[in-house]
C-alpha cells in the first residue's frame, strides 16, 4: 500500500470503522440508478465487512445495471434491493455511499431518515448534506468515493483481496472515464496501482463494464446525437433524449453513460449538456465543463450538485419550460470570461 493518510483522515476512517464493528446487521445504499462508484464502491466495503465478520446486504432504491452485475458473482445473495425497504428497516446501521443528501436516495430516503440508526456517509461530493447524524468520511478532491474505500481500509490495516479490489478499481475507471478526466490526480492512480498489484486483470474489468452493451444501447446514442445542437459563440451544445426512446430501444438510463461525452468532445465547447424526461413531470439535466467551467456552482445554484467538470439537477416542468431555463442560464454563465 503505497498511500499514506493525514491524522485527521485516519482519525475519521477508524471513526467509520468503529460504528461499522459495533453492528449486527448493516446496510449499503447509494443514489437512484446506481453507477460504477456508488456499486463498486458498495461491493468492496461489502468484502472488507464481511471479512470483518459483519452481516451486510445492499439495498439501493433501483436496480443494478445489468452491466455491473459481474460485481456480485462471489456474493450473489448481497445486492437486496428488489426488498431494499424491508432491509433498511431491519438495519441497526445505514452506510450511504457517493452521496450526503437523502433526496438522492429516492424512495429509500424517508426510510433512511426515518430509522434512527446511525448513517454513515461516505462521498466525494461538495455537498453539506442532508443525511441523519452518524460518522462522516467526506472528502470532494479525491476522484472516486472507491477512493476512500481503499483510505478506510488502509487506516484500518484490513486486507484487500482480488475481489475487493477489482469493485474499487470499477469505481475509480467509471468515475474518472477510464483514467482520462481531469480528476484523475497521481495519487489515484497510486491507488489503481496498488489495486493492480493484488492480481486483478485490467482487461477483463473493462470488457465487463464497457464491452457488454445491448444492440439497443448504440441506436439510443444514434437518435440522442440526432438532436445536437451547437451555440459555437457560447461554447454550448446539448442533445435531448427522444421521447420514448429508452422505451423502444430496449435499454435503461445506464445505457445514457458517456453520451454527454459526445457533445463535450467537440472543439471550442466548454458546456455540453444532455436533457431527459424523467416520471411525474420532472427533467433529469446533465452537465459536462471543458477547462475553467464549474457545473458543480452551476448546479448547485439550481439545487443539484456533482463536481466542477461533471454535475446534474433534476428540475420540474416540461421538456420545453426546462430547456429554456437552462439554455438562457447556461449562455448567461459562459458569458462570464471564467465560467464563475
Known amino acids: ?52 465478520g459483519r452481516t451486510v446486504v445492499i439495498a439501493n432504491p433501483t436496480p443494478t445495471p445489468a452491466r455491473f452485475d459481474f460485481l456480485f458473482r462471489d456474493l450473489p445473495e448481497l445486492d437486496r434491493s428488489r426488498e431494499a425497504v424491508r432491509a433498511i428497516r431491519k438495519a441497526d446501521t445505514i452506510v450511504v455511499l ?10 429509500l430516503g424517508a426510510e433512511v431518515s426515518g430509522r434512527q440508526v446511525p448513517v454513515v456517509c461516505i462521498d ?9 447524524a452518524g460518522p462522516r468520511f467526506v472528502d470532494p478532491s479525491v476522484a ?10 488502509v487506516a484500518n490495516d484490513w486486507p484487500v483481496n482480488t475481489s475487493t479490489a477489482r469493485a474499487l478499481y470499477v469505481a475509480l475507471m467509471t468515475d474518472t472515464g477510464g483514467f482520462r478526466f481531469s480528476n484523475t490526480h497521481p495519487r489515484t492512480l497510486r ?7 493484488t492480481g486483478i486483470d485490467p482487461e477483463s474489468i473493462y470488457l465487463d463494464v ?18 445536437l445542437v451547437v451555440e459555437p459563440e457560447y461554447g454550448l451544445a446539448w442533445v435531448t433524449v427522444p421521447p420514448g426512446a429508452i422505451e423502444r430501444y430496449g435499454v435503461t438510463p445506464d445505457d445514457l453513460d458517456g453520451v454527454v461525452e459526445h457533445p463535450r468532445s467537440i472543439s471550442g465547447v466548454r458546456l455540453a ?11 433529469k439535466v446533465s ?30 416542468g416540461t421538456m420545453a419550460e426546462v430547456q429554456a431555463m437552462i439554455l438562457t442560464a447556461a449562455r448567461e454563465y459562459l458569458s462570464n470570461t471564467n465560467g464563475s
Not at 472516486?144 to 481500509?153: F, K, N, R
Not at 449538456?273 to 427533467?283: N, V
Not at 452537465?287 to 448546479?299: I, P
Open 287 to 316: 452537465l459536462r465543463s471543458v477547462g475553467d467551467v464549474n457545473v458543480a456552482t452551476f448546479a448547485h445554484a439550481l439545487g443539484g450538485g456533482g463536481h466542477a467538470k461533471a454535475a446534474g439537477v433534476a428540475l420540474p
Open 144 to 153: 472516486a468515493t472507491g477512493e476512500l474505500i481503499y483510505e478506510i481500509a
Open 1 to 52: 500500500m503505497t498511500i499514506t493518510l493525514t491524522d485527521d483522515k485516519r482519525k475519521a476512517a477508524q471513526e467509520v470503522a468503529d460504528t461499522l464493528g459495533a453492528a449486527r446487521y448493516i446496510v449499503l445504499t447509494t443514489h437512484v440508478n446506481p453507477d460504477g462508484d456508488g456499486l463498486g464502491s458498495e461491493v468492496g466495503l461489502a468484502h472488507l465487512l464481511r471479512a470483518q
Open 98 to 107: 457517493d452521496i450526503a443528501d437523502s433526496t438522492r436516495l429516492g424512495v
Open 124 to 132: 466525494h461530493h461538495a455537498s453539506p448534506g442532508t443525511l441523519p
Open 210 to 227: 464497457y464491452a457488454t452493451a445491448p444492440e439497443g444501447r448504440p441506436r439510443l446514442l444514434a437518435a440522442t446525437l440526432e438532436t
Open 191 to 197: 491507488v489503481a496501482a496498488d489495486l493492480l498489484e
Open 273 to 283: 449538456i444532455l436533457f431527459r424526461e424523467l416520471s411525474q413531470g420532472r427533467i
